[in-house]
């Protein structure tokens, strides 16, 4: 994403006002960080990574969507709710992973947290601690199929086992064909490991179709048009 930035910069032929994107906040962090010095304002729709609420380095970049943290805060509620005192927590290690891994650990400094970074298939024979029965899977879907797969292979689902996800992900990505790292898993395997899953996520902002927003439309209207 930063060579893009600078390749469209430095051509004397465009003229940016505003910077808009990009969709998820690894690609947006650097462009974040820089663009300030060519007076850029920069508007990202989806990245959330609990690092954007740093003014300091990142002076003049907005987002629509809530930060990562909410959904943290929320993951650590329930836990608490349920007295669970041992969670296994599955990170793929990217910024917006790793920071909402420590924040977890942060707020729950009494819960005995077993943390397991994930980056490939070959990581998955060790991503499962021994008698582990409550799981955050903190980590893109691409990798969640790969991890659900190999539970279901562990025999790490059913009524004794807990799975806590995002609910970010896209619509029945569980039935998604992964292009690179294919698991050996089918649709029906999968569904059995997150059938009692727990999926988080912002409250959406699109709840309400027939309300009317910026415009004077609703979002069936801004839809149609």
């Given at each position: 994403?930063?060579?893009?930035?600078?390749?469209?910069?430095?051509?004397?032929?465009?003229?940016?006002?505003?910077?808009?994107?990009?969709?998820?906040s690894v690609a947006t962090e650097p462009i974040a960080e820089?663009?300030?010095?060519?007076?850029?304002?920069?508007?990202?729709?989806?990245?959330?990574?609990?690092?954007?609420?740093?003014?300091?380095?990142?002076?003049?970049?907005?987002?629509?969507?809530?930060?990562?943290?909410?959904?943290?805060?929320?993951?650590?509620g329930i836990i608490d709710y349920y007295g669970w005192n041992?969670?296994?927590?599955?990170?793929?290690?990217?910024?917006?992973?790793?920071?909402?891994?420590?924040?977890?650990?942060?707020?729950?400094?009494?819960?005995?947290?077993?943390?397991?970074?994930?980056?490939?298939?070959?990581?998955?024979?060790?991503?499962?601690?021994?008698?582990?029965?409550?799981?955050?899977?903190?980590?893109?879907?691409?990798?969640?199929?790969?991890?659900?797969?190999?539970?279901?292979?562990?025999?790490?689902?059913?009524?004794?086992?807990?799975?806590?996800l995002y609910g970010w992900y896209s619509e029945e990505w569980?039935?998604?064909?992964?292009?690179?790292?294919?698991?050996?898993?089918?649709?029906?395997?999968?569904?059995?490991?997150?059938?009692?899953?727990?999926?988080?996520?912002?409250?959406?902002?699109?709840?309400?179709?027939?309300?009317?927003?910026?415009?004077?439309?609703?979002?069936?209207?801004?839809?149609?048009?």
């Open positions: 994403s930063l060579s893009a930035f600078f390749a469209n910069v430095s051509d004397p032929c465009r003229n940016f006002i505003a910077i808009i994107g990009s969709g998820c820089v663009g300030y010095f060519w007076g850029f304002s920069h508007i990202s729709y989806s990245s959330n990574a609990a690092v954007f609420s740093d003014r300091i380095r990142f002076k003049s970049y907005f987002q629509i969507y809530s930060s990562q943290d909410v959904i943290i805060y929320g993951v650590a041992r969670v296994a927590v599955i990170t793929e290690q990217e910024i917006l992973f790793t920071e909402s891994e420590e924040l977890l650990k942060l707020l729950l400094p009494d819960v005995n947290f077993t943390t397991r970074a994930f980056e490939n298939p070959d990581d998955t024979p060790e991503i499962f601690p021994e008698n582990g029965r409550i799981f955050f899977l903190n980590t893109y879907e691409n990798k969640a199929r790969q991890i659900i797969c190999e539970a279901y292979h562990n025999g790490l689902f059913g009524q004794y086992y807990v799975w806590i569980w039935k998604i064909e992964d292009t690179e790292n294919t698991h050996r898993c089918s649709i029906a395997q999968l569904e059995e490991v997150i059938d009692r899953s727990l999926a988080l996520q912002q409250y959406p902002i699109n709840e309400n179709k027939n309300k009317k927003v910026v415009g004077d439309l609703t979002y069936n209207e801004y839809l149609t048009e």
